[in-house]
Protein backbone atom coordinates (compact mmCIF):
# COMPACT_ATOMS: atom_id res chain seq x y z
CA UNK A 1 0.00 0.00 0.00
CA UNK A 2 1.04 3.42 -0.60
CA UNK A 3 0.66 6.66 0.59
CA UNK A 4 0.19 10.03 -1.27
CA UNK A 5 -1.29 13.54 -0.55
CA UNK A 6 -4.39 15.37 -1.36
CA UNK A 7 -4.17 19.22 -0.28
CA UNK A 8 -1.33 18.24 2.34
CA UNK A 9 -3.18 15.26 3.59
CA UNK A 10 -1.94 11.67 3.25
CA UNK A 11 -4.75 9.16 1.78
CA UNK A 12 -4.83 5.51 1.21
CA UNK A 13 -4.19 4.65 -2.89
CA UNK A 14 -7.01 2.45 -3.46
CA UNK A 15 -6.46 2.30 -7.49
CA UNK A 16 -7.41 3.62 -10.72
CA UNK A 17 -10.53 5.26 -8.88
CA UNK A 18 -11.39 9.30 -9.85
CA UNK A 19 -11.96 11.63 -7.64
CA UNK A 20 -10.65 12.45 -4.13
CA UNK A 21 -9.58 9.95 -2.13
CA UNK A 22 -10.17 10.01 2.14
CA UNK A 23 -7.48 9.94 4.16
CA UNK A 24 -6.42 6.60 5.28
CA UNK A 25 -7.15 7.17 9.32
CA UNK A 26 -6.25 3.04 10.18
CA UNK A 27 -2.83 4.36 9.66
CA UNK A 28 -1.43 5.74 12.94
CA UNK A 29 1.01 7.49 11.39
CA UNK A 30 -1.58 9.32 9.00
CA UNK A 31 -4.19 9.75 11.87
CA UNK A 32 -1.12 11.64 14.34
CA UNK A 33 -0.70 13.93 10.96
CA UNK A 34 -4.12 15.17 10.52
CA UNK A 35 -4.64 15.57 14.03
CA UNK A 36 -2.50 17.97 13.94
CA UNK A 37 -2.67 19.06 10.35
CA UNK A 38 -4.02 22.63 11.68
CA UNK A 39 -1.50 23.58 13.70
CA UNK A 40 1.08 22.59 11.62
CA UNK A 41 0.11 24.78 8.62
CA UNK A 42 -0.77 27.46 10.95
CA UNK A 43 2.87 27.28 12.31
CA UNK A 44 3.95 27.17 8.66
CA UNK A 45 1.70 29.58 7.80
CA UNK A 46 3.20 32.31 10.66
CA UNK A 47 6.27 31.89 9.10
CA UNK A 48 6.44 32.23 5.69
CA UNK A 49 3.52 34.49 5.04
CA UNK A 50 1.84 32.16 2.42
CA UNK A 51 -0.65 29.65 2.97
CA UNK A 52 0.87 28.07 -0.81
CA UNK A 53 4.55 27.76 0.86
CA UNK A 54 2.77 26.53 3.90
CA UNK A 55 1.17 23.75 2.09
CA UNK A 56 4.55 22.77 0.86
CA UNK A 57 6.23 22.43 3.89
CA UNK A 58 3.11 20.27 5.00
CA UNK A 59 3.96 18.26 1.87
CA UNK A 60 7.47 17.82 3.26
CA UNK A 61 6.80 17.49 6.36
CA UNK A 62 4.68 14.35 5.69
CA UNK A 63 7.24 12.47 3.47
CA UNK A 64 10.05 13.00 6.60
CA UNK A 65 6.89 11.98 9.52
CA UNK A 66 6.04 8.86 7.24
CA UNK A 67 9.46 7.46 7.64
CA UNK A 68 9.80 7.33 11.17
CA UNK A 69 9.32 4.45 13.69
CA UNK A 70 6.17 5.58 15.76
CA UNK A 71 7.67 3.17 17.84
CA UNK A 72 10.26 5.31 19.59
CA UNK A 73 8.36 9.07 19.53
CA UNK A 74 6.93 9.93 22.77
CA UNK A 75 5.25 13.28 21.47
CA UNK A 76 4.06 13.07 17.84
CA UNK A 77 3.43 16.74 18.31
CA UNK A 78 6.20 18.00 19.28
CA UNK A 79 8.43 16.01 16.40
CA UNK A 80 5.78 17.26 14.05
CA UNK A 81 6.10 20.66 15.09
CA UNK A 82 9.77 20.57 15.14
CA UNK A 83 9.67 18.81 11.33
CA UNK A 84 7.29 21.72 9.83
CA UNK A 85 9.65 24.16 11.45
CA UNK A 86 12.77 23.06 10.00
CA UNK A 87 11.48 22.55 6.71
CA UNK A 88 9.99 26.04 7.36
CA UNK A 89 13.03 27.13 7.69
CA UNK A 90 14.44 25.73 4.88
CA UNK A 91 11.54 26.67 2.16
CA UNK A 92 11.86 30.15 3.41
CA UNK A 93 15.32 29.86 1.53
CA UNK A 94 14.22 29.65 -1.73
CA UNK A 95 11.22 32.25 -0.55
CA UNK A 96 13.44 34.66 -0.06
CA UNK A 97 15.43 35.15 -2.99
CA UNK A 98 11.33 34.82 -5.17
CA UNK A 99 10.79 37.86 -3.09
CA UNK A 100 13.94 39.76 -3.76
CA UNK A 101 12.64 39.67 -7.45
CA UNK A 102 8.60 40.23 -6.41
CA UNK A 103 7.27 43.28 -8.66
CA UNK A 104 5.69 46.12 -6.27
CA UNK A 105 5.47 45.63 -2.66
CA UNK A 106 5.16 42.02 -1.26
CA UNK A 107 1.87 41.22 1.06
CA UNK A 108 0.91 38.10 2.93
CA UNK A 109 -1.41 35.67 1.12
CA UNK A 110 -4.80 36.37 3.20
CA UNK A 111 -6.52 33.67 4.67
CA UNK A 112 -10.95 33.77 4.51
CA UNK A 113 -10.81 32.55 8.41
CA UNK A 114 -13.34 30.52 10.63
CA UNK A 115 -15.24 32.48 13.32
CA UNK A 116 -12.99 31.19 16.29
CA UNK A 117 -9.74 32.71 15.15
CA UNK A 118 -10.89 35.93 15.86
CA UNK A 119 -12.25 34.65 19.01
CA UNK A 120 -8.27 33.66 20.42
CA UNK A 121 -7.38 37.32 20.16
CA UNK A 122 -3.31 36.35 21.03
CA UNK A 123 -4.14 34.02 17.44
CA UNK A 124 -5.88 36.70 15.31
CA UNK A 125 -3.30 40.00 16.26
CA UNK A 126 -0.23 37.25 15.02
CA UNK A 127 -1.31 36.40 11.71
CA UNK A 128 -3.10 39.76 11.41
CA UNK A 129 -1.67 41.33 7.79
CA UNK A 130 0.08 44.31 9.68
CA UNK A 131 1.99 41.51 12.30
CA UNK A 132 2.79 39.26 9.50
CA UNK A 133 4.67 42.05 8.08
CA UNK A 134 6.40 43.00 11.07
CA UNK A 135 7.39 39.46 11.18
CA UNK A 136 8.92 39.59 7.46
CA UNK A 137 11.94 42.00 9.18
CA UNK A 138 13.21 39.19 11.55
CA UNK A 139 15.75 36.11 10.61
CA UNK A 140 14.44 33.32 9.61
CA UNK A 141 15.32 31.36 12.73
CA UNK A 142 14.27 34.44 14.60
CA UNK A 143 10.69 34.27 13.65
CA UNK A 144 10.93 30.79 13.92
CA UNK A 145 11.72 31.09 17.84
CA UNK A 146 9.31 34.31 18.04
CA UNK A 147 5.92 31.84 16.10
CA UNK A 148 7.03 28.97 18.29
CA UNK A 149 7.29 30.70 21.79
CA UNK A 150 5.03 33.71 21.88
CA UNK A 151 2.25 32.42 19.89
CA UNK A 152 2.33 28.21 20.39
CA UNK A 153 4.22 28.58 23.94
CA UNK A 154 6.45 25.85 22.95
CA UNK A 155 9.19 24.94 25.62
CA UNK A 156 13.08 26.37 24.77
CA UNK A 157 13.54 23.30 24.95
CA UNK A 158 11.79 21.72 22.57
CA UNK A 159 12.39 25.30 20.22
CA UNK A 160 16.45 24.47 20.62
CA UNK A 161 15.97 21.23 18.70
CA UNK A 162 13.89 22.42 16.51
CA UNK A 163 16.35 25.48 15.18
CA UNK A 164 19.54 23.20 16.11
CA UNK A 165 20.31 25.82 18.87
CA UNK A 166 21.21 25.35 22.53
CA UNK A 167 18.24 26.61 25.09
CA UNK A 168 20.25 29.27 25.90
CA UNK A 169 21.12 30.49 22.63
CA UNK A 170 17.22 29.89 21.92
CA UNK A 171 16.40 32.27 24.69
CA UNK A 172 18.66 35.20 23.61
CA UNK A 173 17.05 35.32 20.45
CA UNK A 174 13.58 35.45 21.77
CA UNK A 175 14.34 38.12 23.83
CA UNK A 176 15.76 40.04 20.55
CA UNK A 177 12.99 39.29 18.66
CA UNK A 178 10.01 40.37 21.07
CA UNK A 179 12.14 43.50 21.26
CA UNK A 180 12.68 43.96 17.85
CA UNK A 181 8.34 43.34 17.23
CA UNK A 182 7.52 45.39 20.11
CA UNK A 183 8.98 48.31 18.10
CA UNK A 184 7.18 47.94 14.96
CA UNK A 185 3.65 46.47 15.74
CA UNK A 186 0.39 48.07 16.18
CA UNK A 187 0.41 49.95 19.51
CA UNK A 188 -2.89 50.50 21.71
CA UNK A 189 -5.44 48.30 21.94
CA UNK A 190 -7.83 48.44 18.84
CA UNK A 191 -11.35 46.28 18.77
CA UNK A 192 -12.49 44.80 16.08
CA UNK A 193 -15.23 47.31 15.96
CA UNK A 194 -12.85 49.88 15.17
CA UNK A 195 -11.42 48.05 12.39
CA UNK A 196 -15.09 47.58 10.73
CA UNK A 197 -15.60 51.39 11.27
CA UNK A 198 -12.15 52.52 9.32
CA UNK A 199 -12.82 49.53 6.60
CA UNK A 200 -16.39 51.17 6.16
CA UNK A 201 -15.14 54.49 5.64
CA UNK A 202 -12.59 53.20 3.09
CA UNK A 203 -15.70 51.22 1.48
CA UNK A 204 -17.31 54.36 0.77
CA UNK A 205 -14.22 55.93 -0.56
CA UNK A 206 -14.21 52.92 -3.08
CA UNK A 207 -17.65 53.24 -3.59
CA UNK A 208 -18.46 56.41 -3.85
CA UNK A 209 -15.38 58.40 -4.28
CA UNK A 210 -15.91 60.67 -0.96
CA UNK A 211 -13.33 60.74 1.52
CA UNK A 212 -14.00 62.83 4.55
CA UNK A 213 -15.22 59.99 6.74
CA UNK A 214 -11.87 58.53 5.43
CA UNK A 215 -9.73 61.23 5.69
CA UNK A 216 -10.89 61.49 9.55
CA UNK A 217 -9.44 58.92 10.08
CA UNK A 218 -6.11 58.54 8.15
CA UNK A 219 -3.00 58.58 10.05
CA UNK A 220 -0.67 62.12 8.58
CA UNK A 221 2.02 59.11 7.64
CA UNK A 222 -0.55 56.62 6.57
CA UNK A 223 1.29 54.03 4.22
CA UNK A 224 -0.72 52.17 1.12
CA UNK A 225 0.67 49.32 0.36
CA UNK A 226 -0.64 47.31 -3.03
CA UNK A 227 0.01 43.86 -4.15
CA UNK A 228 -0.34 43.15 -7.92
CA UNK A 229 2.75 41.04 -8.01
CA UNK A 230 3.14 42.45 -11.32
CA UNK A 231 0.58 40.44 -12.54
CA UNK A 232 -2.86 43.17 -11.38
CA UNK A 233 -2.29 46.55 -12.12
CA UNK A 234 -1.50 47.97 -8.45
CA UNK A 235 0.63 50.94 -6.97
CA UNK A 236 4.23 49.84 -7.98
CA UNK A 237 5.68 51.64 -4.92
CA UNK A 238 3.89 52.17 -1.14
CA UNK A 239 2.37 55.43 -0.90
CA UNK A 240 2.51 57.68 1.76
CA UNK A 241 1.15 60.06 3.41
CA UNK A 242 -2.62 60.79 4.06
CA UNK A 243 -3.01 63.40 1.10
CA UNK A 244 -1.48 60.85 -1.26
CA UNK A 245 -3.38 58.30 -0.38
CA UNK A 246 -6.45 60.37 -0.27
CA UNK A 247 -5.70 61.29 -4.27
CA UNK A 248 -5.49 57.57 -5.10
CA UNK A 249 -8.72 56.67 -3.39
CA UNK A 250 -10.77 59.55 -4.68
CA UNK A 251 -10.75 58.07 -7.77
CA UNK A 252 -13.40 55.35 -6.48
CA UNK A 253 -14.71 52.95 -9.20
CA UNK A 254 -12.35 54.55 -11.85
CA UNK A 255 -9.46 52.71 -9.53
CA UNK A 256 -10.41 49.36 -10.50
CA UNK A 257 -12.63 49.75 -13.41
CA UNK A 258 -15.69 48.07 -14.02
CA UNK A 259 -18.49 47.66 -11.13
CA UNK A 260 -16.89 47.63 -8.26
CA UNK A 261 -18.64 46.29 -4.20
CA UNK A 262 -17.03 45.63 -1.56
CA UNK A 263 -18.10 43.06 1.18
CA UNK A 264 -17.04 42.41 4.98
CA UNK A 265 -15.42 39.53 5.83
CA UNK A 266 -13.26 37.98 8.43
CA UNK A 267 -9.79 37.92 7.13
CA UNK A 268 -6.68 36.41 8.77
CA UNK A 269 -8.86 36.77 12.25
CA UNK A 270 -10.08 40.68 11.55
CA UNK A 271 -12.49 42.38 9.47
CA UNK A 272 -11.36 43.46 6.31
CA UNK A 273 -13.03 43.91 2.65
CA UNK A 274 -13.36 41.29 -0.32
CA UNK A 275 -13.73 44.05 -3.34
CA UNK A 276 -15.30 42.35 -6.29
CA UNK A 277 -15.08 43.72 -10.00
CA UNK A 278 -18.50 42.72 -12.43
CA UNK A 279 -19.09 40.51 -9.45
CA UNK A 280 -15.66 38.30 -9.29
CA UNK A 281 -13.27 38.64 -6.25
CA UNK A 282 -10.87 41.29 -7.58
CA UNK A 283 -8.30 42.36 -3.99
CA UNK A 284 -8.61 42.30 -0.45
CA UNK A 285 -8.30 45.09 1.49
CA UNK A 286 -6.84 45.16 5.53
CA UNK A 287 -6.05 47.74 7.65
CA UNK A 288 -3.57 48.61 10.65
CA UNK A 289 -5.13 50.81 13.33
CA UNK A 290 -2.51 52.44 15.58
CA UNK A 291 -4.33 54.40 18.90
CA UNK A 292 -7.64 54.66 16.46
CA UNK A 293 -5.91 55.83 13.54
CA UNK A 294 -5.32 54.16 9.58
CA UNK A 295 -1.75 53.32 9.75
CA UNK A 296 -1.48 51.19 6.89
CA UNK A 297 -3.53 49.97 4.17
CA UNK A 298 -2.91 46.37 2.95
CA UNK A 299 -4.14 45.78 -0.52
CA UNK A 300 -3.85 42.80 -2.10
CA UNK A 301 -4.54 42.22 -6.11
CA UNK A 302 -2.30 39.25 -7.14
CA UNK A 303 -4.81 36.70 -8.42
CA UNK A 304 -2.38 34.40 -7.33
CA UNK A 305 -2.54 35.17 -3.53
CA UNK A 306 -6.60 35.31 -3.80
CA UNK A 307 -7.32 31.89 -3.62
CA UNK A 308 -8.00 31.01 -0.58
CA UNK A 309 -11.10 33.45 -0.03
CA UNK A 310 -13.78 31.16 -1.68
CA UNK A 311 -13.18 28.72 1.57
CA UNK A 312 -12.39 29.51 4.86
CA UNK A 313 -9.54 28.12 6.74
CA UNK A 314 -8.41 26.83 10.07
CA UNK A 315 -6.10 27.85 11.65
CA UNK A 316 -4.74 26.16 15.45
CA UNK A 317 -2.47 26.79 18.59
CA UNK A 318 -3.51 24.08 20.43
CA UNK A 319 -0.59 23.68 23.84
CA UNK A 320 1.59 21.19 24.41
CA UNK A 321 0.43 18.85 27.38
CA UNK A 322 2.16 19.08 30.38
Do not use: C
Not at 4 to 13: D, H, L, S
Not at 134 to 154: D, G, K, M, N, S
Not at 253 to 273: D, F, I, K, R, S
Amino acid sequence: MTHVTVTGQPVRATGGGAGRQEPDMSDPATEAFVAHRNLLFTVAYEMLGSAVDAEDVLQETWLQWAAVDLAVVRDPRALLVRITTRQAIRRWRTVGRRRESYVGPWLPEPLLTTPDVAEDVELADTVSMAMLLVLETLTPTERAVFVLREVFAVPYEEIALAVEKNAAAVRQIAHRARTHVATRRPRGTVSPAETREALEAFRRAVESGDLQGLLDILSPDVVFLGDGGGVARATPRPVTGAARVARLLSRGTAWLGGAVTAEPAQVNGWPALIVRRDGDIDSVVAVRLDHRVVTGLYYVRNPHKLSRLDRETTLARDRPVG
